[in-house]
């Protein structure tokens, strides 16, 4: 199984357009070494010829265009199979809108996340205007075939943030993703967005190969400190990195082979690479995905 970060920032990308802290400003200026980043994606393959897009940011058409292997083949159309969505937040469904002159886009989402795109948002409302689109229905817990060697799993992830949307169902508003290669058994966790790390939640992370898990802010209050916003990082649905509770003491003793932070938010101290927070998690064992990266699983 082969997998690509098409993008590894939280939403706004990184550095955000309207946003002036350090990390951003590091971007910008070139005082600091960092890279800038897309909004968050992977693209999963058993085969490297048969693509499933995990969530569908509005950056999609640059992340296509950045990877050849998703890039269309004369007669045969587009390598895309699918997209899989783990919520309904606009960076991770936007770009669905995008994607509007394909000949018909199948997409796996949860009755919840199903719900909130056809009425509130409408983006798959809107969509189906223009193209045919099948939904197939997420159901966490049962293992689905997905294509010639790959199957998956989805997580419910349980999380009190703001409802967005109206009529959103609790249960599968958010979920994770196994992914396994049926041909050798290795599996992939695809975590983008979780708020507390359960037993349940980590008992999903038991024997996988590789951990993509959500790496969104570094301190509960990092919003706050930087006078941008009043709400913590679990306010809005992120477990912070460091800390009590927070996802690297949960994470540094888990004895899997590549645990990799994905949707890093750009107030983040870790997208700069001479940081002190950096250096800790280089010392934990854990990884920054950055745009580009690709796992052989």
Not at 51 to 67: A, G, H, M, T, Y
Request: hydrophobic share 35%; net charge negative.
């Amino acid at each position: 199984m082969w997998v690509r970060v098409l993008g590894s920032a939280a939403g706004g990308g990184f550095p955000q357009w309207n946003c002036a802290c350090p990390s951003c400003s590091a971007a910008r200026d070139g005082s600091r070494p960092c890279v800038p980043r897309l909004q968050s994606s992977i693209a999963v393959s058993a085969d490297r010829r048969q693509w499933f897009l995990f969530n569908c940011s509005p950056d999609v058409r640059s992340q296509i265009e950045s990877f050849q292997e998703l890039h269309p083949v004369a007669g045969q159309g587009t390598q895309l199979q699918a997209v899989l969505l783990t919520d309904a937040e606009l960076d991770h469904s936007l770009g669905l809108l995008l994607m509007r002159e394909a000949r018909g886009l199948e997409v796996h989402a949860t009755e919840s996340v199903h719900g909130t795109l056809t009425s509130g948002s409408g983006i798959l409302r809107t969509l189906k205007q223009y193209c045919p689109v099948k939904w197939k229905p997420v159901i966490p817990g049962v293992e689905t075939q997905l294509g010639p060697g790959l199957s998956y799993r989805a997580f419910n992830v349980p999380t009190s943030k703001s409802v967005r949307f109206e009529g959103t169902a609790s249960y599968g508003r958010v979920v994770g993703y196994r992914v396994t290669d049926t041909s050798t058994d290795r599996s992939l966790v695809y975590l983008p967005g979780v708020q507390r790390l359960t037993p349940d939640i980590l008992e999903e992370f038991q024997d996988c190969s590789a951990l993509l898990i959500d790496g969104s802010f570094w301190r509960d209050d990092e919003m706050a400190r930087l006078g941008l916003a009043g709400k913590t990082s679990r306010d809005m649905g992120h477990v912070p990195i460091s800390g009590p509770g927070g996802s690297l003491e949960a994470l540094s003793a888990l004895g899997i082979r590549r645990k990799l932070y994905v949707h890093i938010n750009n107030t983040n101290p870790i997208l700069l690479e001479d940081s002190q927070e950096r250096l800790q998690l280089d010392r934990h064992g854990m990884e920054v995905a950055v745009d580009g990266l690709e796992l052989e699983i």
